[in-house]
């Protein structure tokens, strides 16, 4: 039974009744004492008989916490510490590992240092810690991730949002007279390829494009490359005659476009004293970070390189990527002094952008419910006032998803759309030297955020007072359409933003890109993105770019090709390949013109137009190519298909068929046959022998220099017994480079005795990327045929779709491919 002296509660039935409420200061002054004494045993050592690793619980203690702090949690090293030095036992000290001793003291410093050789990005410690890294071009460029992306990758341009970082891409400034620019930029491009820089599409800043530049007055030859370009809007300057314009050009050929921009507008230097010539008007110092050109007609050029970053999204969801990413700046009511910034003084100088501001948010919330970026205007540019893109970043990273009900709700009825003029969209103070400069000196960097994070707020994650005094950010918006042919690729694939923000802003925006779930890769997988879209990057031969990318992989290809040892390298000779690791375009065009050999007539990429319209008519048997009057020294871009099974991947020849071929073809076909229309004959190598005996008397002679030098190294040891003779090492680098030269010239010849007649079918063109297309299930490839090789291929095609004959440069067999136009 209970004991009769048991108190119970009232509630229960007691007769104890406790208070409702207690009073805090009463109750801590009663308990005030026992809490002291509980605290003083606890540090009191007087009767502690274990130490204090030795009173951890069982699932808390380490076998290594006896002579290693660390091992111990945090709150408990100080006494151990204490504990340890009473003792009397020194304590032993750990030698710092290879990589810390190796470490740089100051990492900033070494960090300089390491980007005197190359330049690197402002993404660069981001991408080098997950990306295969490249020096090329005088950048550190990220090739391509460590994980598997290719698949991936091509997902992401179909389905999701794919990213990657252009800011290695130069921008020159342009500005002057309307008129003088437009007349200059005529000289550099032609309208036969095209809408130019001076067409009224782009002339008003509403919308941006893409332009083939030549040298001075040479169209169609000497080609510098593709620029991506942009005025600045002209219905909200001060100025309407003076404009501005931005071009975005690859670093093989920036140098050269600015020095054609000092001829064409007759351009001196700025900034410092220098003679008449191009090179040296074009010379700055390396402290000079925007080199300046004027001219007496009031045109001036301003080198912007490394002061823009510049990213590409390609996707569906690159769209809502960005409306994620970027939150609209709200202007405040009232500014104190202490938290003025650039928006503050721009807007009292210039003070109509309110009303320009309130169009481009307006705006911006009509299209922000896009599904995809293709659906706008092709090159529309878009600007945009936005918070600083750290404050509105995800914990974890998760998929941007646009608001696809709210827009296409087809239940509602349509409100009518009022239509601002595009030139006030475009309009931006990121045009404006000083304020990105200023932007750029008063941005606050990611530890100054987190501190003043880390004192005013309680809870982490809570946004603070300081943030909202953070400086707006201007950025500039480029569409891509992406693919414009549904023939070949469904309309929109490829279609996305170009983000452009000033410096300072590069690693901030990428996070925020990457946390909202666009997809980072490298070098490698553009070049999977061109060929999905048919879109030669990397590899057209006329311009200056394609010529170094050609060169480069040709020495890394031939460097790769002689470390492996005699017996393990493929002998071309007898496959009949000429040049298995570049493509000799000089040579082949000479060879079909039968011009003499070794004249320095140049070659072009035909990029006209009409005669492309009109090719492509012929090709679909509407019209007549020899009415056409292809350039003799023209290479036409195709793109090719195969019908068959066979990937003959890079530097594949493209041949002329013949009748045998068509019906050997056509036999296969009825018998489910799958392989070659054709296999070449197997080649016997006239240098085999040669090779052989060269290898003999090479080994032979290095024999000879060796017992030559143990000799002489004997002889010596025996005139001066008991003392160490050394001798110097073998000079014989002059004789291994000659050797090297010789076999390398009888494996693969530097100048082939003919292209066009390398093998028993007449090649009149090359591969220069090729692949398996994940859009199209098919092995598709970007190339270029002469304009006389194809010419003679319509006359063996007589009827039904034109075919060629592809064979790669490691197989003898021939395979059908179609081919079509890539323009």
């Given at each position: 039974?209970?004991?009769?002296?048991?108190?119970?509660?009232?509630?229960?039935?007691g007769?104890?009744?406790?208070?409702?409420?207690?009073?805090?200061v009463?109750?801590?002054?009663?308990?005030?004492e026992e809490?002291?004494?509980?605290?003083?045993?606890?540090?009191?050592?007087?009767?502690?008989?274990?130490?204090?690793?030795?009173?951890?619980?069982?699932h808390?203690?380490?076998?290594a916490?006896s002579?290693?702090?660390?091992?111990?949690?945090?709150?408990?090293?100080?006494?151990?510490?204490?504990?340890?030095?009473?003792?009397g036992?020194?304590?032993?000290?750990?030698?710092?590992?290879?990589?810390?001793?190796?470490?740089?003291h100051?990492?900033?410093?070494?960090?300089?240092?390491?980007?005197?050789a190359?330049?690197?990005?402002?993404?660069?410690?981001?991408?080098?810690?997950?990306?295969?890294?490249?020096?090329?071009?005088?950048?550190?460029?990220?090739?391509?991730p460590?994980?598997?992306?290719?698949?991936?990758s091509?997902r992401?341009?179909?389905?999701?949002?794919?990213?990657?970082?252009?800011?290695?891409?130069?921008?020159?400034e342009?500005?002057?007279?309307?008129?003088?620019?437009k007349?200059?930029?005529?000289?550099?491009?032609?309208?036969?390829?095209?809408?130019?820089?001076?067409?009224?599409?782009?002339?008003?800043?509403q919308?941006?494009?893409?332009?083939?530049?030549?040298?001075?007055?040479?169209?169609?030859?000497?080609?510098?490359?593709?620029?991506?370009?942009?005025?600045r809007?002209?219905?909200?300057?001060?100025?309407i005659e003076?404009?501005?314009?931005?071009?975005?050009a690859?670093?093989?050929?920036?140098?050269?476009?600015?020095?054609?921009?000092?001829?064409?507008?007759?351009?001196?230097?700025?900034?410092?004293?220098t003679?008449?010539?191009?090179?040296?008007?074009?010379?700055?110092?390396?402290d000079?970070?925007?080199?300046?050109?004027?001219?007496k007609?009031?045109?001036?050029?301003?080198e912007?390189?490394?002061t823009?970053?510049?990213?590409?999204?390609?996707?569906?969801?690159?769209h809502a990527?960005?409306?994620?990413?970027?939150?609209?700046?709200?202007?405040?009511?009232?500014?104190?002094?202490?938290?003025?910034?650039?928006?503050?003084?721009?807007?009292?100088?210039?003070?109509?952008?309110?009303k320009?501001?309130s169009q481009?948010?307006?705006?911006?919330?009509?299209?922000?419910?896009?599904t995809?970026?293709?659906?706008?205007?092709?090159?529309?540019?878009?600007?945009?006032?936005?918070?600083?893109?750290?404050?509105n970043?995800?914990?974890?990273?998760?998929?941007?998803?646009?608001?696809?009900p709210a827009?296409?709700?087809?239940?509602?009825?349509?409100?009518?759309?009022?239509?601002?003029?595009?030139?006030?969209?475009s309009?931006?103070?990121l045009?404006?030297?000083?304020?990105?400069?200023?932007?750029?000196?008063e941005?606050?960097?990611?530890?100054?955020?987190?501190?003043?994070?880390?004192v005013?707020?309680?809870?982490?994650?809570e946004?603070?007072?300081?943030?909202?005094?953070?400086q707006?950010?201007?950025?500039?918006?480029?569409?891509?359409?992406?693919?414009?042919?549904?023939?070949?690729k469904?309309?929109?694939?490829?279609?996305?933003?170009?983000?452009?923000?000033?410096?300072g802003?590069?690693?901030?925006?990428?996070?925020?890109?990457?946390?909202?779930?666009?997809?980072?890769?490298?070098?490698?997988e553009?070049d999977?993105?061109?060929?999905?879209?048919?879109?030669?990057?990397?590899?057209?031969?006329?311009?200056?770019?394609?010529?170094?990318?050609?060169?480069?992989?040709?020495?890394?290809?031939?460097?790769?090709?002689?470390?492996?040892?005699?017996?393990?390298?493929v002998?071309?000779?007898?496959?009949?390949?000429a040049?298995?690791?570049?493509?000799?375009?000089?040579?082949l065009?000479?060879?079909?013109n039968?011009?003499?050999?070794?004249?320095?007539?140049?070659?072009?990429v035909?990029?006209?137009?009409?005669?492309?319209?009109?090719l492509?008519?012929?090709?679909d048997?509407?019209?007549?190519?020899?009415?056409?009057?292809?350039?003799?020294d023209?290479?036409?871009?195709?793109?090719?298909?195969?019908?068959?099974?066979?990937?003959?991947?890079?530097?594949?020849?493209?041949?002329?068929?013949?009748?045998?071929?068509?019906?050997?073809?056509?036999?296969?076909?009825?018998?489910?046959?799958?392989?070659p229309?054709?296999?070449e004959?197997?080649?016997?190598?006239?240098?085999?022998?040669?090779?052989?005996?060269?290898?003999?008397?090479?080994?032979?002679a290095?024999?000879?220099?060796?017992?030559?030098?143990?000799?002489?190294?004997?002889?010596?040891?025996?005139?001066?017994?008991?003392?160490?003779?050394?001798?110097?090492?073998?000079?014989n680098?002059a004789?291994?480079?000659?050797?090297?030269?010789?076999?390398?010239?009888l494996?693969?010849?530097?100048?082939?005795?003919?292209?066009?007649?390398?093998?028993?079918?007449?090649?009149?063109?090359?591969v220069?990327?090729?692949?398996?297309?994940?859009?199209?299930?098919?092995?598709?490839?970007?190339?270029?045929?002469?304009?006389?090789?194809l010419?003679?291929?319509f006359?063996?095609?007589?009827?039904g779709?034109?075919?060629v004959?592809?064979?790669?440069?490691?197989?003898r067999?021939?395979?059908?491919?179609?081919?079509?136009?890539?323009?």
């Open positions: 039974m209970a004991s009769a002296n048991m108190q119970f509660d009232a509630a229960i039935g007769n104890v009744t406790l208070p409702k409420s207690v009073e805090l009463s109750f801590a002054e009663s308990r005030k809490v002291c004494q509980m605290l003083r045993n606890m540090t009191s050592t007087i009767h502690q008989r274990k130490l204090m690793h030795q009173s951890l619980p069982i808390m203690r380490r076998r916490m002579y290693d702090v660390k091992r111990l949690p945090r709150k408990f090293r100080a006494v151990h510490l204490a504990q340890f030095s009473k003792s036992v020194s304590e032993k000290k750990k030698r710092p590992s290879r990589k810390f001793r190796r470490k740089a100051n990492l900033l410093k070494e960090y300089e240092r390491r980007k005197r190359f330049v690197w990005l402002e993404t660069h410690v981001w991408h080098a810690k997950r990306f295969r890294m490249s020096s090329r071009w005088g950048y550190k460029i990220p090739l391509t460590y994980n598997k992306v290719y698949r991936s091509y992401a341009t179909s389905k999701h949002c794919l990213v990657h970082d252009l800011s290695y891409e130069g921008c020159v342009v500005n002057g007279t309307e008129t003088i620019l007349e200059g930029f005529r000289r550099l491009c032609s309208e036969r390829t095209g809408l130019t820089v001076a067409a009224k599409a782009y002339s008003a800043g919308r941006a494009g893409y332009v083939w530049l030549y040298e001075d007055g040479t169209y169609p030859y000497n080609c510098l490359g593709k620029v991506r370009f942009v005025w809007a002209s219905g909200s300057c001060d100025n003076r404009r501005t314009i931005w071009l975005f690859h670093p093989t050929f920036y140098r050269p476009l600015v020095e054609q921009l000092v001829q064409v507008f007759q351009l001196k230097n700025a900034l410092r004293e003679n008449q010539t191009i090179e040296d008007i074009t010379r700055n110092p390396a000079i970070r925007c080199p300046r050109y004027t001219s007609s009031g045109v001036e050029v301003v912007l390189k490394e823009l970053n510049r990213f590409h999204l390609t996707g569906p969801l690159s990527t960005i409306v994620k990413t970027f939150r609209l700046f709200t202007p405040p009511t009232q500014t104190k002094p202490t938290h003025r910034t650039w928006w503050n003084d721009f807007v009292e100088s210039t003070p109509r952008y309110n320009i501001l481009q948010t307006n705006y911006w919330a009509d299209i922000k419910d896009l995809s970026p293709g659906e706008l205007s092709p090159g529309e540019v878009v600007a945009l006032l936005v918070q600083d893109p750290r404050l970043r995800p914990t974890r990273r998760t998929k941007a998803l646009p608001n696809v827009r296409y709700n087809f239940t509602q009825s349509i409100p009518p759309e009022q239509v601002q003029p595009r030139a006030i969209r309009f931006s103070p045009w404006d030297e000083t304020i990105r400069q200023r932007i750029s000196e941005m606050k960097t990611t530890h100054e955020l987190n501190q003043l994070r880390s005013e707020t309680l809870l982490p994650g946004p603070c007072v300081s943030e909202t005094h953070l707006p950010l201007p950025i500039l918006l480029l569409q891509s359409p992406g693919s414009q042919d549904a023939d070949y469904r309309l929109g694939y490829g279609s996305g933003w170009e983000v452009i923000v000033p410096a802003y590069g690693l901030a925006v990428w996070h925020s890109l990457v946390m909202w779930g666009a997809k980072p890769v490298g070098q490698k553009l999977m993105v061109a060929l999905e879209s048919g879109h030669d990057r990397s590899g057209v031969p006329d311009t200056v770019l394609g010529k170094d990318e050609a060169v480069h992989k040709h020495s890394e290809s031939l460097g790769r090709y002689f470390k492996r040892p005699n017996n393990k390298r002998n071309y000779t007898k496959l009949a390949i040049s298995p690791f570049r493509c000799p375009w000089t040579q065009v000479q060879e079909w039968s011009a003499q050999r070794g004249s320095d007539r140049p070659y072009f035909l990029r006209d137009q009409e005669a492309l319209a009109k492509k008519l012929a090709l048997r509407k019209f007549n190519v020899h009415s056409i009057g292809l350039p003799p023209a290479l036409v871009p195709v793109l090719l298909t195969l019908k068959t099974r066979g990937n003959p991947g890079d530097n594949a020849i493209i041949c002329l068929p013949n009748r045998g071929d068509f019906r050997a073809n056509k036999s296969n076909r009825l018998s489910a046959i799958h392989g229309v054709y296999v004959p197997a080649r016997k190598d006239p240098h085999g022998a040669e090779r052989i005996v060269l290898r003999a008397q090479h080994l032979k290095l024999k000879r220099l060796r017992n030559r030098r143990v000799r002489e190294k004997i002889r010596l040891q025996r005139a001066n017994p008991g003392v160490l003779v050394r001798i110097p090492q073998a000079n680098r004789l291994v480079e000659e050797q090297l030269k010789r076999m390398a010239e494996w693969l010849p530097a100048k082939p005795a003919t292209i066009r007649n390398q093998c028993s079918r007449e090649c009149f063109g090359y220069t990327q090729g692949g398996f297309s994940l859009s199209e299930g098919t092995v598709n490839g970007i190339g270029y045929v002469t304009a006389k090789g010419v003679k291929l006359k063996i095609c007589t009827k779709t034109v075919k004959l592809v064979r790669g440069t490691r197989t067999g021939y395979r059908f491919a179609t081919i079509r136009l890539a323009y």
